[in-house]
């Protein structure tokens, strides 16, 4: 992946969670054959979430 994408991802999650981008980890949660990409967010406070990443171009027509 980019990192043009991962930083968006990461910029993306911080607003969401209020932080700032240096609060937070993002690392490679599972590894698939798919077009989508998983990453666990780590938070200040330990909490960690799953975020998702995919490219809106390569979606399955028959999934639209």
Known sequence: ????????????????????????????AVGDASFRRYFRLTLPNGATQVVMDALLRKRIPSLL
Not at 20 to 26: C, K, P, Q
């Open 1 to 28: 992946m980019s990192s043009y994408r991962i930083n968006a991802l990461t910029t993306w999650a911080a607003q969401q969670n209020g932080l700032s981008e240096a609060d937070i980890t993002l690392s490679s």
